[in-house]
């Protein structure tokens, strides 16, 4: 009787010590209308003071696990994603067991919805966590990388190695601007006191989409950034976001004092691939929360020239996590699509932040730094 009692003292001390939070467990993705691939995503955070490994991921044949990092440091965030090809239309309910270094018993997820017509075949692009390798679990770290699919299918329940595939750096060859492309500067360091100005935590999730390729609107963003990056201090934080095909944290926290490596960054922002930015804000706001300045100005800025899906079950995500770490998020529009236009300035008006409307050189390059000055500035 002694050893019964022990043995479930020993599985509530399991439970307890238990330190992943996720953004979901049961992931209910209603009603489908039409696909050819089901997927279903959660945000995993870790909330202990130690670091923690993914170590396997257990689900009927068929079903396929990918994350972003296999190894979550104190507060560290990764992308779980849950993918599936169904055979018939129907009902579907998907259990996902995650094996985790904190805990001895794995963590249930559940994928569940209602498909009404299975799709013949797919050519659209669509993105994955990570990188597809057939019965790989070897722990190695990884930066976010957020890749489209492999032509070669995984068969297999095995999370993938992240790391295998190498995050794509900016290029460094010729780390100069070019003149028709980014123009210097005229503002100074000076510009930007501590005793006027309030520290800035600032997030850049950028478009880099195909259409962004368009002669004016790369070089119009780029020269914001760069006009932005000059004055910023080594109190400031910033962190790079790209989102096309592919998401990925290109680097994060890095202070304002290292000018040479955020300029080189600017300058490796390249267009390319289809635009598949849904859950890239969601994502985006706890990357923001891990640097948080408490008085200061913590903001993500998202740069595109397309409508953008955030939807009210995303804004209600949203809404929760602020609690006492807020982020305003404001909108920083290229081109002149109506319909984008309007959705944008919705998000910006729903993330209590400002629509800023770029499609210009003269003035233009100076609009993200005065956004900036004007949420940081001491009242």
Same mark, same amino acid.
């Given at each position: 009787?002694?050893?019964?009692?022990?043995?479930?003292?020993?599985?509530?001390?399991?439970?307890?010590?238990?330190?992943?939070?996720?953004?979901?467990?049961?992931?209910?993705?209603?009603?489908?209308?039409?696909?050819?691939?089901?997927?279903g995503?959660?945000?995993?955070?870790?909330?202990?003071?130690?670091?923690?490994?993914?170590?396997?991921?257990?689900?009927?044949?068929?079903?396929?696990?990918?994350?972003?990092?296999?190894?979550?440091?104190?507060?560290?965030?990764?992308?779980?994603?849950?993918?599936?090809?169904p055979?018939?239309?129907?009902?579907?309910?998907?259990?996902?067991?995650?094996?985790?270094?904190?805990?001895?018993?794995?963590?249930?997820?559940?994928?569940?919805?209602?498909?009404?017509?299975?799709k013949?075949?797919?050519?659209?692009?669509?993105?994955?966590?990570?990188?597809?390798?057939?019965?790989?679990?070897?722990?190695?770290?990884?930066?976010?990388?957020?890749?489209?699919?492999?032509?070669?299918?995984?068969?297999?329940?095995?999370?993938?190695?992240?790391?295998?595939?190498?995050?794509?750096q900016?290029?460094?060859?010729?780390?100069?601007?070019?003149?028709?492309?980014?123009?210097?500067?005229?503002?100074?360091?000076?510009?930007?006191?501590?005793?006027?100005?309030?520290p800035?935590?600032?997030?850049?999730?950028?478009?880099?989409?195909?259409?962004?390729?368009?002669?004016?609107?790369?070089?119009?963003?780029?020269?914001?950034?760069?006009?932005?990056?000059?004055?910023?201090?080594?109190?400031?934080?910033?962190?790079?976001?790209?989102?096309?095909?592919?998401?990925?944290?290109?680097?994060?926290?890095?202070?304002?004092?290292?000018?040479?490596?955020?300029?080189?960054?600017?300058?490796?922002?390249?267009?390319?691939?289809?635009?598949?930015?849904?859950?890239?804000?969601?994502?985006?706001?706890?990357?923001?929360?891990?640097?948080?300045?408490?008085?200061g100005?913590?903001q993500?800025?998202?740069?595109?020239? *397309?409508?953008?899906?955030?939807?009210?079950? &995303?804004? +209600?995500?949203?809404? %929760? @996590?602020? $609690?006492?770490?807020? /982020?305003? #998020?404001?909108?920083?529009?290229? *081109?002149?699509?109506?319909?984008?236009?309007? &959705?944008? +300035?919705?998000?910006? %008006? @729903?993330? $209590?932040?400002?629509? /800023?409307h #770029?499609?210009k050189?003269?003035?233009?390059?100076?609009?993200?730094?005065?956004?900036?000055?004007?949420?940081?500035?001491?009242?």
């Open positions: 009787m002694g050893r019964l009692f022990l043995f479930f003292v020993c599985i509530i001390c399991l439970d307890a010590e238990a330190q992943i939070r996720f953004s979901e467990k049961e992931i209910n993705l209603a009603t489908i209308p039409e696909a050819y691939e089901i997927r995503d959660v945000i995993l955070t870790n909330a202990s003071a130690a670091k923690i490994y993914l170590l396997r991921a257990d689900a009927e044949k068929g079903v396929k696990i990918y994350t972003s990092k296999k190894t979550l440091l104190p507060a560290d965030t990764c992308l779980l994603v849950i993918s599936f090809i055979s018939e239309k129907g009902r579907f309910n998907k259990t996902i067991k995650l094996v985790a270094s904190d805990q001895d018993k794995p963590y249930e997820l559940n994928l569940s919805g209602n498909l009404l017509k299975v013949a075949d797919d050519k659209t692009a669509c993105y994955y966590f990570g990188n597809r390798r057939n019965n790989s679990i070897a722990l190695k770290e990884g930066p976010v990388v957020i890749n489209a699919p492999a032509e070669k299918r995984d068969n297999s329940n095995k999370m993938p190695d992240p790391s295998a595939e190498p995050l794509q900016p290029a460094t060859t010729n780390p100069g601007r070019q003149p028709d492309e980014t123009p210097k500067s005229k503002v100074s360091e000076n510009e930007l006191s501590r005793a006027e100005f309030k800035n935590n600032i997030l850049f999730l950028v478009d880099v989409s195909g259409s962004m390729k368009d002669s004016l609107k790369l070089p119009l963003m780029k020269s914001a950034l760069h006009t932005l990056i000059d004055v910023v201090r080594d109190v400031d934080r910033m962190t790079f976001v790209t989102y096309a095909d592919s998401v990925k944290v290109i680097k994060e926290g890095l202070s304002g004092a290292d000018k040479k490596t955020l300029h080189e960054l600017v300058d490796g922002l390249k267009a390319h691939g289809l635009t598949k930015g849904n859950k890239a804000i969601l994502f985006s706001q706890l990357l923001a929360q891990k640097y948080y300045i408490r008085g100005n913590n993500i800025l998202l740069a595109t020239d *397309g409508k953008f899906n955030f939807s009210n079950d &995303n804004f +209600k995500t949203w809404t %929760e @996590r602020q $609690q006492d770490k807020k /982020i305003i #998020i404001s909108t920083v529009a290229f *081109g002149d699509d109506k319909t984008a236009m309007k &959705n944008l +300035k919705e998000i910006a %008006e @729903r993330g $209590q932040g400002s629509f /800023i #770029i499609k050189r003269n003035g233009s390059h100076e609009k993200l730094l005065n956004e900036m000055k004007e949420r940081s500035k001491i009242q």
